[in-house]
Each structure stands twice: as structure tokens, then as C-alpha cells.
């Protein structure tokens, strides 16, 4: 295999590489390289679709040897899982300025829900191609699946913020698990949102919104005694999430 033009960090250059993850402290070259592949892939993906699509065709287009492709990302799937981190890196860095000065929680979830959308836009033709291999509970490229958990925590931390910022006042006990069932939620708006043929996918906007509102009313009532009965109930279900995905 082809070694590329890189200077790394000890704790950046061994297991990172081996697992096709990101490179912590890589040379300006190699940070070039490594998002000249990951974007000629996303591109080939969305021409000629991802199953038509092989490393040895995402090298050549890159106009990179098939060892370099290889070396920033040992697959296919780990490419996906690029596209993954950029998306929610991304959404991480705009959301704060989006979210600042705004209390409500309904708001806050909403407007987190609408930077994810815009985000992904441009990719929502690939996103249907790869939802077929996305929706196998045995892929890596699962959102579920522990190929996938990095990307996962992170947004599941990301709706953390959401919560903490807001003003809404929770019952304690649904507070632990929100994040995670807010997480779950942001998974069926995606679903909706691959399958929505709506100009400019529409009907998922619209759905953001009232969606998000009733989801939001939902957990301010939380609070309230004689709903204590749904949050138990909600805990034993995202238990038994929890215990499904982790077989």
C-alpha cells in the first residue's frame, strides 16, 4: 500500500487510521487529500449510485492511487461514515449561533431540526440510494449499528444542549432520557424526510413544525403527576430500545 504525504501526532497515527477514522493533527496536504476522496465519493455516489460505485473508481476520479484511498478510509462504509461526521460536524457548528437567544424548548428543537435539513439537502438523492443499505439492521452503515456510534452519541449530545439551553422546566426522571428519545425522534423526521418527493422536500418542513410543537407540549406536560404513568412507561420502552440495539 502507498503511503500518502502525512505528518500525524503519536496518538493520531495508529488506531485512528486503522479503524478509517479521522486523523487527529494532519498535515494542510493530507486534510486536502483526505476531503478531495470523501467529496469525489459523495459525488460518485450520487451519479452511478453507491453499490456501482468501488474504491478503485473513487481513487482514480480523486485522481489519487487506490493505496491512498485506502489509507484515509479502509472502506466504503468508512467513507459513509465520513459523510456522517461532516454532516453532524457541521450541524454542530452552526447550531449555537441559531440557538442563542432562543429559550423555548419547542423552538430550539425545531430550529435544530431545520439546520439539519439544510445541511443535508444536497444529498437528497443519495440519501434514498443509500438507504437501502442503510435500513439493514446488519450494516455498518446503520444508523444503529456500532460502526455508527460515534456519529450517533454526537447528536444524541447535540439534542443535550438542546435541552439544557432551553427553559422548559422537566420532570427529572424524563430529563436523563430526552436526549436519546429526542435523537430517535430527529431519526423518524429523517426517514420522513428520504421518502419526502415534495419540492424541496416541503411536507417534511412542515411536518418539522408541527410535529416539533406537539413533541415539545408533550414534554412540558411531563412534569405533571398524573402523567407519571407515560414517563415510566416511556423509560421501560427506550430501555428495551437500548437492549435490542446492543445485540
Known amino acids: 500500500m502507498n503511503t500518502p504525504d502525512i505528518e500525524t501526532t503519536a496518538e493520531g497515527s495508529g488506531a485512528d487510521r486503522a479503524a478509517g477514522g479521522p486523523v487527529r493533527s494532519r498535515a494542510p496536504k493530507s486534510e486536502h487529500t483526505r476531503a478531495l476522496i470523501l467529496e469525489t465519493a459523495l459525488r460518485l455516489f450520487r451519479e452511478r449510485g453507491y453499490d456501482r460505485t468501488t474504491m478503485r473508481a473513487i481513487a482514480e476520479a480523486a485522481g489519487v492511487s487506490v493505496g491512498n484511498a485506502y489509507y484515509y478510509f479502509s472502506s466504503k462504509e468508512h467513507l459513509v461514515q465520513g459523510f456522517y461526521d461532516q454532516i453532524a460536524e457541521e450541524h454542530r457548528r452552526r447550531l449555537p449561533d441559531?440557538?442563542?437567544?432562543?429559550?423555548?424548548?419547542?423552538?430550539?428543537?425545531?430550529?435544530?431540526?431545520e439546520i439539519w435539513l439544510t445541511i443535508a439537502a444536497p444529498y437528497h438523492e443519495f440519501a434514498a440510494q443509500l438507504f437501502k443499505n442503510a435500513a439493514d439492521p446488519a450494516s455498518p452503515l446503520s444508523p444503529f449499528s456500532a460502526?455508527?456510534?460515534p456519529a450517533r452519541d454526537a447528536m444524541?449530545?447535540?439534542?443535550?444542549?438542546?435541552?439544557?439551553?432551553?427553559d422548559a422546566k422537566l420532570d427529572a426522571e424524563l430529563a436523563a432520557m430526552l436526549p436519546e428519545l429526542l435523537w430517535l425522534y430527529h431519526m423518524g423526521i429523517v426517514l420522513y424526510w428520504v421518502y419526502d418527493r415534495s419540492p424541496d422536500a416541503s411536507r417534511t418542513g412542515r411536518l418539522v413544525v408541527r410535529a416539533t410543537a406537539v413533541v415539545a407540549r408533550l414534554v412540558a406536560l411531563s412534569r405533571f403527576k398524573v402523567l407519571r404513568p407515560l414517563v415510566k412507561e416511556a423509560k421501560e420502552l427506550l430501555a428495551e430500545f437500548v437492549l435490542v440495539r446492543a445485540r
Not at 156 to 166: A, D, H
Request: charged share 25%; hydrophobic share 40%.
Open 156 to 166: 444524541i449530545e447535540l439534542y443535550r444542549g438542546v435541552l439544557t439551553g432551553s
Open 147 to 149: 460502526e455508527s456510534e
Open 98 to 113: 441559531a440557538l442563542a437567544g432562543l429559550g423555548d424548548l419547542g423552538d430550539r428543537m425545531r430550529t435544530a431540526l
